[in-house]
């Protein structure tokens, strides 16, 4: 394989790592620091692209650019970098106050997109009701005076005013057909889910709670009705254009058209449903997904903590902070200890929660300082922290790696007051 590959078997357990693919472990990815793991996969992903440039022009798309986690910043940030010299086009998309720090690069053009026009608005709905009888002028016009130019919204609210019609699909004939045409996106979207059924409205619900993609299996898993209930509702909410299916079910996966639809079916969940539904999709993901629970163990903490199984999710920050320190992720590391200790806030103190939280205060430590430093005050903190939790916890290791972490703050920082007084 790594000769057909033109890789070095090193770098190809990088990739099976990165992708999270079982493979036996090589010598030369074992040896490496966390840090040198990673610099090692972001140079081989650059290297990949300059090769595959150098045999054909290549198209990159990334999206949703507010959206993106650290490590995947920086890897766009070296690849924008290098390809100024490569025939490589790289299209990223993201909200207007999302600022790339590339702008102003000679090989970088920043395209803003306006809302459309009335003229283009007038287009877009008659493309949508091509199939359909026309829609009279009038509502066309209170269509796109409502919809402000916004694609989205023009389209759902489109959709939302044919679907009102009668069976003939003729919204001219409606009495008083300006009233069907909904102020907001989020009416649309919700006037629409509910003309589909309770059914495909709690099973879109069921699936906004899992994610903006979700797995049929565990969907049917998660949802209270029969599983040919839950495909007749996946079926229509497919066919609305809610929801994009791929591969036919068991196998199937789904993804909400956009964020928006997947917040308003979520946003229609009252709080004690709400939770009930993350706590059975908690148990859907560990008794169906075990492996991609080691592999992203954030995604059950995430569901345990909207749960309000606080303690389990805490722990499961843990796994998730300790697993990208392994990557050297340091961000996303600090970010999920830091959840994991506010999850903790809530719940008693009692022996197993107190060494759940020492476990994330000295797994905390040496990110921060890694990051920010050894006289980072984030860093003392966390070991004082551990500190305490050390003399209410039989825990030797615990003591010396408290103690330790403790000490390289206080005479980093004594240090520092020492070079302030020459």
Known sequence: ????????????????????????PAAARDELSPLDRKERTLALLLDSLAALSRQTPVLMLFEDLHWMDATSRELLERTVARIEHWPVLLIATSRPEYQPPWLGQAHVTLLALSRLSRHAGAALVRELTASAHTLPPD??????????????????????????????????????????VPATLQASLLA????????????????AAIGRDFAYDILVATARHPEADVRKALDRLVDAGLV??????????????????????????????????????????????????????????????????????AAYWLAAGRRAAARSANVEAHAHLRRGIETLTTVAETESRLRVDLALQLALGPIVQSSLGFTSPEAYRAYRRARDLTLRVDDDRAVFAATWGLWLSTAGQNNIARQGLV
């Open 244 to 313: 994009f299916q791929r591969g036919t079910p068991p196998a199937a996966t789904y993804q909400f058209k956009h964020a928006l639809v997947q917040d308003t079916a979520y946003g229609t969940l009252l709080r004690g449903a709400r939770q009930v539904l993350h706590e059975r999709i908690a148990a859907a993901l560990e008794a169906r997904a075990p492996d991609r629970i080691e592999r992203e163990p954030e995604i059950l903490a995430y569901h345990l903590t909207e749960a309000g199984a606080h303690e389990r999710a």
């Open 139 to 180: 509502v066309i016009d209170e269509i796109i005076e409502r919809t402000d130019g916004v694609p989205l919204f023009l389209e759902e609210v489109t959709k939302d005013v044919l679907e009102s019609a009668d069976s003939r699909n003729v919204v001219a004939a409606l009495p008083g057909a300006r009233a069907h």
């Open 1 to 24: 394989m790594a000769e057909a590959s033109g890789i070095a078997a090193g770098d190809l357990s990088l990739l099976a790592d990165l992708l999270s693919v079982s493979m036996a």
């Open 192 to 207: 629409r889910l509910d003309r589909l059924g309770p059914t495909a409205r709690e099973v879109a619900q069921a699936g």
